[in-house]
């Protein structure tokens, strides 16, 4: 019988499949989680100009005291440009929106609620023509300082930068429409099996909803792909060619479920294995089969058939595979991995390095169900935090023991 390949040569396989897709200027609004591939430099300060932090007035803070009125001369809002003049007249104030640029002269802002009367009497439509201060003020007060929390020409991203939510919205603040990133990747999903029927179907006899296709699919679009989805649901070849052969044709990566072990009906081990895909054992438990290649320029991963296999199986080379062809830089196959404490006991039969569903309990970390990591366990997968690996010869892990993790 042949050597079991092991887990981290066949991580380092799937990885040397991976480039990083083309750059492109996308729009903001169609750049979240995708990867910068330019540094980014701030096109304006942020704030643009000094500008009230509340509703109120702007003051010389030494004209300021409790009971002693000053005159107000004028009237500023978001949006206005403050043309009051250089010259400050001591003894006035100027009342501000928030977000007003604060006139010259001024250096701090009395908020309303610090006046007479308040709001009721002062936020009127017309500014009224004094107010009465009821405390002091500091210098500085309330005013937002322009470029104070970034200058013109900084450089506000690296290359490589994911960009989230706070990215996009910062990126606009920075005068940009637009971003230079990795252009979304396109992964096709193709789940294979006769005994497949689409969720919500009644089901006849012998079969199975398509839970994998469905799963991988929301794996990827989670960590923002464009996925094109596809079942086949027979063992046929020729079938599966056309579909195959249509996803590859349009996508960046192309992902299989099922029919890549020793069955006699496995389709897409009899299909691909004379195009390029070498299909192996792989000393891991779930998951020991494995496809792997490039056919016509496009990496193609083939996963077993078994919910939990593929779950597994996607988390340590579908979705690291996935990072690269964002722009990410690979990983090597041990940094992949912390530590935690195991929690409780629990066994394992020798001979495959196991990834065990895991949660993180009171003591530390314990399998996620009774069942352990048996690979048809799907219903109990999502209170799963991490992968727990126990090595190949190790039979027993005990409470307290230091234990390899992959945190989900």
């Not at 989230?164 to 396109?186: E, F, K, P």
């Not at 309990?361 to 935090?385: C, Q, R």
Request: hydrophobic share 45%; with cysteine; net charge negative.
């Amino acid at each position: 019988m042949a050597e079991l390949k092991s887990v981290a040569q066949h991580y380092a396989d799937v990885m040397d499949m991976g480039a990083a897709v083309p750059v492109a200027d996308i729009p903001l609004q169609e750049a979240h989680s995708l990867r910068l591939a330019a540094d980014v430099y701030s096109r304006y300060a942020i704030p643009p100009f000094t500008n009230s932090a509340m509703d109120g007035f702007a003051v010389r803070a030494g004209d300021v005291r409790p009971s002693v009125a000053l005159t107000v001369r004028a009237d500023v809002r978001a949006g206005d440009v403050a043309r009051i003049g250089h010259e400050w007249q001591p003894g006035t104030a100027v009342r501000v929106m928030t977000g007003a640029p604060l006139p010259a002269g001024a250096d701090a802002v009395l908020i309303v609620e610090n006046t007479e009367g308040g709001q009721c009497a002062n936020m009127q439509p017309e500014p009224p023509t004094q107010i009465v201060p009821t405390a002091e003020v500091r210098s500085g007060a309330h005013v937002r300082l322009a470029g104070e929390d970034m200058a013109a020409g900084d450089l506000a991203f690296t290359a490589g930068t994911l960009l989230t939510a706070a990215h996009i919205g910062a990126l606009a603040a920075l005068g940009y429409g637009s971003a230079r990133v990795y252009r979304r990747v396109r992964v096709g999903v193709l789940a294979t099996g006769s005994e497949l029927a689409a969720p919500g179907e009644p089901l006849q006899p012998g079969h199975i909803p398509d839970s994998n296709s469905y799963m991988v699919a929301a794996l990827l679009t989670e960590r923002g792909a464009q996925v094109q989805r596809r079942s086949e649901h027979s063992d046929i070849e020729a079938g599966f060619i056309d579909v195959f052969d249509e996803l590859v044709a349009t996508n960046d990566l192309v992902i299989t479920t099922g029919g890549v072990s020793a069955g006699a009906f496995d389709v897409v081990k009899a299909a691909l294995r004379g195009r390029g895909v070498h299909f192996e054992k792989v000393k891991m438990q779930p998951g020991k089969p494995q496809g792997w290649g490039v056919v016509n320029g496009t990496p193609v991963l083939c996963l077993p058939g078994n919910p939990v296999s593929v779950f597994v199986s996607m988390q340590l080379f579908g979705l690291p595979l996935l990072k690269i062809l964002q722009g990410e830089a690979a990983q090597s196959y041990d940094s992949c991995f912390g530590e935690a404490v195991a929690g409780a006991q629990w066994r394992h039969k020798v001979g495959r390095t196991q990834f065990l569903p895991a949660v993180v309990g009171a003591d530390g970390v314990e399998p996620a169900t009774a069942g352990g990591s048996g690979s048809h366990l799907i219903g109990s997968l999502p209170k799963a935090k991490l992968l727990a690996v126990t090595p190949a010869d190790q039979e027993l892990v005990r409470a307290g023991e230091r234990v390899k993790v992959l945190w989900l």
